[in-house]
């Protein structure tokens, strides 16, 4: 089947697969950059077929990769209207991977970084059934005020940051966990020391045990 977004894809070898996890990469990367972390996943999720799709949008700053939403404007509304086109986009994905592969939402974890992680937190809370876990690396909230008044269902949660981070302030993810705790979702955080904008194998591998111990394996 071709998808709607173009897919990097990992199948495992054995071609029984019981789960899917979905990584949305960052603002101007592409499915490609963010495969990397299934060199050491797959080896350990046998049965899980990895799915990086690019995002549907060339980036404003960088036309060699993509975006899920424009941050070139300074504008919160237009970003919210923006990530949730966004979102509408990747939920028919999802819905293209469900039937390619028979799997229900309580099969795939949705995981991002940067933009893909604010991405991913928006599409477990927004979405209707629960996903089987979210993982998110140097994330934020894109919009408290928006997703407080979608939230359809509470999926669990990690969320890794570095406390050395740039781009992303790390106060973003002590801010997500309150908002998340106050909604009542399981929430799991993890600030990495000395890390700046990146994942580092730290990062990887609490984001792996976290997948063995929640996925279907």
């Known amino acids: 089947m071709k998808f709607s977004l173009d897919t990097k894809i990992i199948e495992p070898e054995n071609n029984n697969i019981k789960n899917?996890?979905?990584?949305?990469?960052?603002?101007?990367?592409?499915?490609?950059?963010?495969?990397?972390?299934?060199?050491?996943?797959?080896?350990?999720?046998?049965?899980?077929?990895?799915?990086?799709?690019?995002?549907?949008?060339?980036?404003?700053?960088?036309?060699?990769?993509?975006?899920?939403?424009?941050?070139s404007k300074d504008d919160p509304s237009y970003i919210i209207?923006?990530?949730?086109?966004?979102?509408?986009?990747?939920n028919l994905y999802i819905k293209e991977v469900k039937s390619e592969y028979n799997?229900?939402?309580?099969?795939?974890?949705?995981?991002?970084?940067?933009?893909?992680?604010?991405?991913?937190?928006?599409?477990?809370?927004s979405n209707e059934e629960s996903f089987n876990c979210i993982v998110g690396f140097s994330g934020k909230i894109i919009n408290p005020d928006d997703i407080s008044k979608r939230i359809k269902s509470k999926p669990k949660m990690l969320l890794i940051h570095g406390d050395s981070d740039e781009i992303v302030p790390p106060k973003r993810l002590l801010e997500a966990k309150d908002f998340l705790m106050r909604h009542k979702v399981d929430i799991e955080t993890k600030m990495i020391k000395n890390c700046h904008h990146h994942i580092p194998i730290e990062a990887s591998s609490i984001a792996l045990n976290y997948l063995k111990k929640n996925l279907h394996i």
């Open 20 to 71: 899917a996890v979905i990584l949305l990469h960052g603002y101007g990367g592409d499915g490609n950059d963010i495969s990397t972390l299934t060199l050491n996943w797959k080896r350990f999720l046998p049965q899980t077929v990895f799915l990086c799709p690019n995002g549907h949008e060339k980036c404003v700053i960088n036309p060699t990769g993509y975006q899920w939403f424009d941050l």
């Open 81 to 90: 209207e923006e990530s949730i086109k966004a979102e509408k986009k990747l």
């Open 103 to 125: 799997l229900k939402n309580s099969n795939i974890c949705v995981s991002g970084f940067s933009q893909g992680c604010m991405m991913s937190i928006n599409l477990g809370l």
